[in-house]
C-alpha cells in the first residue's frame, strides 16, 4: 500500500484520534492514503464511521500488542 501521510495519535484518547485525522486528511489530494496509528480501543467504531461520513474509503486496519492502525484513502 502506498501511503501519502502517516500520523502517530498513540496515547491521545477520544476525541483527539479523530480531530488530528480531520485535520491530516485535509492536506491530501482525492485518492491519497492515510495510516492512523493509536492506541484509543474506541477509534476502530469512531474511525470507521467517520470515514464513511464523510466519504473517505477504510482500506485496511490491524490490531497489534494494543496498537491500532488504519489506512484510510480520501474520497
Known amino acids: 500500500m502506498n501511503v501519502t501521510k502517516s500520523i502517530d495519535?498513540?496515547?491521545?484518547?477520544?476525541?483527539?484520534?479523530?480531530?488530528?485525522?480531520?485535520?491530516?486528511?485535509k492536506e491530501l489530494q482525492t485518492q491519497d492514503v492515510?495510516?492512523?496509528?493509536?492506541?484509543?480501543?474506541g477509534a476502530k467504531a469512531d474511525l470507521t464511521a467517520w470515514a464513511k461520513s464523510q466519504g473517505h474509503a477504510l482500506l485496511d486496519e490491524k490490531e497489534e500488542n494494543d496498537v491500532f492502525t488504519f489506512w484510510i484513502q480520501k474520497g
Open 34 to 41: 492515510l495510516e492512523v496509528v493509536t492506541t484509543d480501543a
Open 9 to 25: 495519535v498513540k496515547g491521545l484518547a477520544c476525541p483527539m484520534p479523530i480531530v488530528q485525522t480531520k485535520k491530516a486528511i
